[in-house]
């Protein structure tokens, strides 16, 4: 006699049936849904390169819809790093600018002074005037070997007058005007040349070849070839400050300050004045030896300042000026 099973029991002939599984589970497991690729690459760009990840983030969101496929949190995650790396990103970026903003304008507004620090510090100032004996006594301006470079001739020699002590003048440029008070008082025989030459139009259409920017922070001007070598024809002794000093003091090797506003003479040693001349913006440090001669006035000194924050033309601190000036007219009186 055939017994039925009990109920649940064993049942070969089931449609579902599968040795070593449990009945009414077809053969094998279910298979495991995919997870979709740009979601895990929207996760790993929105690390490495924020707006990548956020592309991927909805190409996935989109894909999701129509697939079915797993990782939606993980695109969305992808999508939430992004944006936060991509909105930090901007903040550092907005700051870096305004930061940068920020120092050029207090670069800007630093005085000039503290841009030089070593003039700045220096305790050596140029020494208090004593009038020489002989001042503007005997004026002398001896031919030199090198012949001018443009004609120009000799000013008188013999006495100069000392009075008055000072007196006006002004160099016309392309660049604006530069006026001058000549320190006739002081250094008598060089502003009796400097007169000479601005009558007889020497300086008319010259450039100013040289601008510095280190520890001398002028601009030289006075040479017709440009070329920082060329002269008058003749050569002159030094006045002050260098009369201050005994030939034989070693202070006149130990640097001073020759203040912001000082005009005075370029030379190649003692007693080689010509008809070049530097105009300082900045407190500078230099030996005694070069000729004081004037100051510059508030107009010329912005007109300095303008051309020297052109910098020098190679990105030096010493060489020809980066903004180009010309001497249109130099007069005195």
Partial sequence: MTVPPP????????????????????????????????????????????????????ISLSQ?????EQGRGIAIAGLVIGYAMT???????????????????AAENMPRQERYPAAQGSSRQLPAFAPPPNLGANCQ??????????????????????????????????RGSIGLNLANGKAPCTVNNFASLAFQGFF?????????????????????????????????????????????????????????????????GPGTNGSQFFLVYEDSLLPPTYTVFGTIDKTGLATLDAIADGGVADGSDDGKPA??????SASVG
């Fill in 64 to 68: 999701l819809k129509r697939s079915g």
């Fill in 323 to 328: 903004t180009p000036v010309t001497i249109r």
């Fill in 141 to 174: 301006y001896p031919a030199t070997t090198a012949p001018a470079i443009k004609p120009a001739t000799p000013p008188r020699s013999g006495p100069v007058p000392t009075e008055p002590a000072t007196v006006e003048a002004g160099i016309v440029t392309d």
């Fill in 204 to 268: 008319d259409g010259t450039e100013c070849h040289r601008l510095t920017t280190g520890a001398l922070a002028a601009l030289q001007c006075g040479d017709p070839s440009g070329t920082g070598t060329g002269g008058p024809g003749y050569r002159f002794p030094n006045e002050y400050p260098t009369n201050q000093y005994r030939l034989s003091d070693p202070a006149v090797k130990e640097p001073v300050v020759y203040p912001r506003g000082t005009v005075a003479m370029a030379n190649s």
């Fill in 7 to 58: 109920y649940g029991g064993y049942q070969p002939d089931h449609p579902d049936y599968a040795p070593g599984h449990p009945v009414g589970y077809p053969a094998g497991y279910p298979p495991s849904a995919h997870t979709n690729g740009m979601a895990v690459a929207a996760l790993v760009c929105s690390v490495l390169f924020a707006p990548l990840g956020i592309l991927f983030g909805h």
């Fill in 87 to 105: 909105a930090l990103a901007i903040v550092a970026v907005v700051l870096t600018v305004v930061l940068g903003l920020i120092v050029v304008k």
